[in-house]
Structure formats: structure tokens, C-alpha cells
């Protein structure tokens, strides 16, 4: 059984930071890849940001790039989402998700297991 659990949310001001983690168990974490998805109310998920099960690649959405960084530590079996520069469009739910394979991708469909998630507010 695998478990993912996110951390880190709140309530933060525009152009403040958070940083949002993933515990995960219950799978060789380091053999899969892992992403960030969002989503906000009366919206569809969507993806954030995503990385490789080694961290050489990682993959970001065009809204967040600049802003967010994805990592991971193996050894801990989690992963890191640090948002920076946040703007009231990035008020959402935070999933952390399990890929199918090492590498990662940008849809939803390709992540077999899914945390439940982390509320982030930006306002001020």
C-alpha cells in the first residue's frame, strides 16, 4: 500500500514563499518519478511540476517557472516543492503523485497514487 503524504501549506501573502513537502511509503520510492499537481476550486487539476526518479530531469509548467523548484531526497523517500514568488493565481490544493515509470510526464493519467493534499492561500 502506497502513502503519500503532502505538509507544508498555509496561508501566505503575494510574493511570499512555502515550501511543500511529499512523504512517501510503501514503494521503491527511487525508482519512479514524482509530481506536483493543483488545483483549484471549480477547476481541473492540473499539472506543477514534476521530476525523474534520480532528479536529473525535472519538468515545470509554464506559470510556475522561475517560481518553483522540485527536488527530491531518496534517502527520505520525499519530495520538495519550494514556491516562491507566490501570486494569488497559485491559491490551490497541492497534490503530491507517484508516476507509473522514472521518467515522469505532464498528465495526470500517467501517476498511479495520489496524497490528499495541501491547501495553499496567497492574499494579502
Known amino acids: 500500500q502506497v502513502q503519500l503524504v503532502e505538509s507544508g501549506g498555509g496561508l501566505v501573502q503575494p510574493g511570499g514563499s512555502l515550501r511543500l513537502s511529499c512523504a512517501a511509503s510503501?514503494?521503491?520510492?527511487?525508482?519512479?518519478?514524482m509530481a506536483w499537481f493543483r488545483q483549484a476550486p471549480g477547476k481541473e487539476r492540473e499539472f506543477v511540476a514534476a521530476i525523474s526518479w534520480n532528479g536529473r530531469w525535472t519538468y515545470y509548467a509554464d506559470s510556475v517557472k522561475g517560481r518553483f523548484t522540485v527536488s527530491r531526497d531518496n534517502a527520505k523517500s520525499t519530495v520538495i516543492l519550494q514556491v516562491n514568488s507566490l501570486k494569488p493565481e497559485d491559491t490551490a490544493v497541492y497534490y503530491c503523485a507517484l508516476s507509473q515509470d522514472a521518467l515522469g510526464s505532464l498528465s495526470k493519467d500517467d501517476y498511479d497514487y495520489w496524497g490528499q493534499g495541501t491547501q495553499v492561500t496567497v492574499s494579502s
Open positions: 510503501g514503494r521503491t520510492f527511487s525508482s519512479y518519478a
